[in-house]
Structure formats: structure tokens, C-alpha cells
């Protein structure tokens, strides 16, 4: 097997023009493809982050049917407060979870006392709100960064259209579940910047304002948002969630809960989705380089040394030997290809970080981005090169095993 | 016993249009650590008796025997083990891998195709680089060598591996006449040493008179075979 490699080995450097051309254009395409995927890696991750920190949490647990009507805020299908209890329950005997924060949502009418307009409003228990969606504190962009009894976080659109500022008194009307109203006046204590960009008209209270609110004894919960120790875990502890809470049945016997992951709540999903098929596709291109060029260079090989093949196969080398002395001969340019774009793509990376990159996402501005390579996609990339390479001699080595003697020595 | 035994061998091409013969009938037996030359003009036939005779190739009809054999009945891979085990190939242009070294050129079929141990491998390469007076080109590759080197490295390579016979398709066509006659009584030499068979074809009439047993070959007829002073044992 030495031996092998050593011919195979000078063979590429006997070529070196060819040899260096095709290694390079490997190269490249393994340097394109590893910053592609550590940019766009990053910036999916930050994206979903932004997204899951800063207002949905991981996942969330409502009562069955309530995200089908999510955007009415249906408070006849928030959870009674034993139900609460049983999801609170199995939540704090699930070691995968790191805080949960229950909210109470509902629409109402915001008013400055001169003009009023609707808006969205999520009664939180700010420290298990602020544990659970730890950037939330970050999009409060004037203000305190918590919010006490009494207080409101407005949205940053209802505060410029309804000249909102710090310490005005506005009033909160809602329907309760009856069907009554009821008011409330609230100090503004911070204003609160959109997670997902212009339009957002969520606004922030105390879980026990809301209830007050809504005119509800206990609090009556509209939805659980959880944060995980590990988000890598998120698929798994789903699934753990909803069979721990498929036990709890209503009277009419159909499950009480629901469980769903981030993905199934935010549309960010499909960019997300996007970027994995983009970069399925930049790995399809990355291939077809590698198959096209190592192809290529090998079925020149042969041709060109179809008398040396023609001589070996005379003197008795089998042609097994001799097909796998063109298979490493590709195999040896894809790790080649492999290893020097591996470096180069580290060091591009290291590069950009160095630079950095600054990218506004909603209404975060300035983000930086930071691209990393995971050593799993250094691995999967030059496993797919070197796979590739491999396959991609296997027809020219083929036929130099093939050859009969005879013909390949007459070869002029 | 012979160590080649042919019976009416016939090859015939069939090209486009036509049957070509390029071998009819022929008939012969080769002793053991013989030296051996086919002769005739080209078109003749040589290179197709060689060529059957080094398991390149099948006849169209006939039985060939080589070291007790039958080499029509092997198939593509039995025949490239013959060839390894049995035969040594000396060829007009010389064939060396451009890679490798006199000393690795020289190894390759101790490695490739016979797998000899690194001991025995280095001190048969020792011997033959001294048998072929190129010791000390051994690390040179072959674009570095003459071509009277070069064939005398063909020469070794093809000993290397104990063959009980080797086969020269003109191996002194692409050399000039000094040098040509070097080549064939370094030949003769190695027959001597290693009791080889050698089997060579030319259409030099100099180098002929250097063989043995000549087999005159005429439109793929055997026409006549002489034979001087008789094959060295």
C-alpha cells in the first residue's frame, strides 16, 4: 500500500501544473463552502437567538387549541390555575429546563387620554420572564429594565404615534372573559423596541396587573414560554414535554396541552429552513467541482499513460493494483484539496472575525457577526471531498484496469 | 522438457474488411536457458509470437505450453499472475515507470507483483545492479540515464523476479550498434548466471548471429530454425 501511494503520489508531482490547478479549484471550492457555512451557521444562530431570547423562549406550552386561535388571544383558552400547576410541575421535574416564565396575553385599548388604539398585552412575572427571555431586557431601549406593579413597557410604535414618553400615565381597556370591561391606568416605564422589526404592537405588564385586569381571581395562564440549559436538546425535550403532559386529559378525555417548538411559532423558521437549503445546495456545487475537476484530471492520467499501464499490466500487475493506483492517486488530491481549503477557510473565518462584520437584524442594529466553524463541518466537508474524489476516479481507474496489455503498449 | 511447447498456432486478425493471418500453422519447442532469437522482415509474424508466447495475446487455434502450462486456458487475471511469477518482459522502448528510480524500477515487481520480503528484495536488486554494471545510477530516474542504461535497467527488471523466461520484442531497435551488441551480450550473460531462457526478436542481421536457436519467420510461417553450437544448460 505504500508503494502504491509513492507512485501515486509522484505521479501528481510528474503533473505539477495540472496537479496544482485541480487541487486548487478543490481548494476553493472547500474555502467557499466552509465560510458560507460559518457566516450563514452564525447568522442563523443569531437570528433564531434573537428570536427565541428575546420573546418567544425555546418552546412554548399552551392549553390544546390555543395557538390555532393564536391571534385573537382567546382568554377562554387560557389554562385554570391547577392546570398551570400540573404544566409548572412537569416543567421543574424536567432537568433539560433552565427557567419558565407563564404569561397572560390579551388585546386591549391603549390610551394617552387624548387618543386611544389597540394593542397587544403579555402579563409577565418579570423575573421568570426576564430568566427565560434574557434578551428581552435588551430590546427595552428607554427605561427601567424590569417592570414592577403599575408599570407598562410600550411598544415603540404606540409610543411615537401616541406621544408616549417615560413617566406618562396611560390607561389599559380590556374585555375580560365574560364579556365586561375593565380599565386600569398604568405608569410608562420603559419603551420596548420590536424583536421582529416595525409593526409590533407588544406591550409588557405584570402578570398580576393582567389578572387584575381581566378581573381574574388566580391568574389564568395563556401560555408557558421555557428556556433549555442546552437549545441542542430542543427536539428531544419536546418530546419529553409532550408525553409528560399527554397525560393530563379534559373531562371529555382529549389532552389538555400542547407543546410546541420555537419553530412552529415563528415564520423566522422558514429563513432558517432557507439557509440549510442554501447551503445544501453551495455543498451540491462543492461536489460537483470535486467530481468535475478530479474526474477530469484523472481521465487525462490514463489517457496519458495508457503504455505505462499497458507496461505494468505485461509484467504481471493485477489489475486490481492497478486501479487502485489511480484511486489513490484521486484520493490523495482530495485530501490534499481538502486539508489546504480547511486551513485557508479557518484562517478566512479568523480573518472575518477580525475584521468584523456588522449586520442589523430587525431592529437590533449593529450586531457583529461572529462566524465560527464547527469541527463537525470541517469534518463533513472533507469527507464529502474526499468521498468524492474517490468516486470520481473510480471510472478512469476502471478502465486502466480493464486495459488489455496488448493494446495499452501499442498506444503511441 | 521444453519449457515452450507450440503446436499449429494460427492468429488471424479480422480487420474491417479483411482476415489478416499473421501466424499459420506454426510449430515449435523452446528448451530451457536457451537464447533464442525470431527472426524475419516486418509484417513477418515476431511480434505476435512474442506477443502469445508472453500471454498478451491467445491464438486463434492451436495448444502453447509454457513451464508445463496451458497458457490459452487462463483467463485475464491467471494470465497476469503467470506473466508475474513466470515471465520477464524486455520491451523496444524500454517501458520505465518515469517515477521511479533504476533502484525502484528495478523493485517494482518484487513489490507490485511478487510479494518478496525487503531483505531478499534489496539483495537481488544489488546483484542484478552490479550483474548490468549500473550500481551507480541506482538513484537516478530514468529521463537521467542513457538508453543503453535504460535497457540494461529493462534488463534487470526483468530478471529480477527468477523468470524462467524472458522475452525482447526488438530490444536493441532503438539503440545504436555498439551499444546493441553491449545489450545482447549482457543478455547472453544473464542467460549464462541465471539459466534463464531468452527470447528476443530483431531484424538485425548482426544481432541474429548473436543467438542460438534462430526461428526464421516468413507471412506468418515458421521457415526455418538453426541452431549454433546447441542451448547452454
Sequence with gaps: ???????????????????????????????????????????????????????????????????????????NLNMKPQAYAKVAAALSATPAVESFSPRIKFGGMFSNFAETTSIRLNGINPDQEFRTVPLLTSRISEGKKTISRGEILVPTLLAKGLKVKLGDAVVIVATNADGSVNGKQ??????????????????????????????????????VAVRLKDFSHLPAVVKQLESKVAD??????????????????????HIARMIDLMTFFIKIMLIAIVL???????????????????????IGTLPGKIRSMFIIEGLCLGVVGAIIGDLIGIAVVMIINLIGIHFDFAQQKGMLLTAALQPADLLTVSVIVIIVAVAASLQPAFKASKMEPIEALRHV | ???????????????????????????????????????????????????????????????LRIADTDVIGLDRKNSAAFRGKHLGFIFQDFNLIPVLTVYENIEYPLIMVQNVAPQERKERITRLLAAVDMTDQAHKYPHQISGGQKQRVA??????????????????????????????????????????????????????????????LEDGRLTGKETKGGTKP
Design chain 1, 1 to 75: 500500500m505504500r508503494n502504491l501511494f509513492k507512485i501515486a503520489i509522484r505521479n501528481l508531482i510528474r503533473y505539477k501544473r495540472r496537479t496544482l490547478l485541480t487541487a486548487s479549484l478543490i481548494t476553493i471550492g472547500v474555502v467557499f463552502v466552509l465560510v458560507f457555512v460559518s457566516v450563514t451557521g452564525s447568522f442563523k444562530a443569531m437570528m433564531i437567538g434573537q428570536i427565541t431570547d428575546s420573546m418567544l423562549g425555546h418552546l412554548q406550552i399552551h392549553r390544546k387549541g390555543y395557538v390555532a386561535s393564536i391571534d385573537n388571544l382567546p382568554l
Design chain 1, 186 to 223: 398604568f405608569i410608562v416605564s420603559g419603551i420596548l423596541e420590536s424583536a421582529t422589526g416595525p409593526g409590533g404592537r407588544d406591550g409588557y405588564i405584570h402578570i398580576e396587573d393582567a389578572a387584575e385586569v381581566l378581573r381574574m381571581p388566580d391568574a389564568e395562564v395563556s401560555e
Design chain 1, 248 to 269: 393530563e386529559v379534559s373531562k371529555e378525555g382529549r389532552p389538555m396541552f400542547e407543546v410546541h417548538s420555537w419553530e412552529q411559532l415563528s415564520p423566522f423558521y
Design chain 1, 292 to 314: 468535475i475537476s478530479i474526474m477530469n484530471v484523472m481521465i487525462m492520467a490514463v489517457y496519458e499513460r495508457i503504455r505505462e499501464i499497458g507496461t505494468i499490466a505485461a
Design chain 2, 1 to 63: 522438457m521444453a519449457l515452450i511447447k507450440a503446436q499449429n498456432i494460427t492468429k488471424d486478425y479480422q480487420t474491417e474488411e479483411v482476415v489478416v493471418h499473421a501466424l499459420q500453422d506454426v510449430d515449435f519447442e523452446i528448451e530451457p536457458a536457451s537464447f533464442v532469437s525470431f527472426v524475419g522482415p516486418s509484417g513477418s509474424g515476431k511480434t505476435t509470437i512474442l506477443n502469445l508466447i508472453g500471454c498478451l495475446d491467445k491464438p486463434s487455434a492451436g495448444n
Design chain 2, 155 to 216: 534488463i534487470a527488471r526483468a530478471l529480477v523476479t527468477n523468470p524462467a523466461l524472458v522475452l525482447a520484442d526488438e530490444p536493441t531497435a532503438n539503440l545504436d550498434s555498439q551499444t546493441a551488441h553491449a545489450v545482447i551480450a549482457l543478455m547472453k550473460k544473464m542467460r549464462d548466471d541465471f539459466g534463464t531462457t531468452f527470447i528476443f526478436s530483431t531484424h538485425d542481421t548482426k544481432i541474429v548471429s548473436e543467438a542460438e536457436v534462430i526461428f526464421r
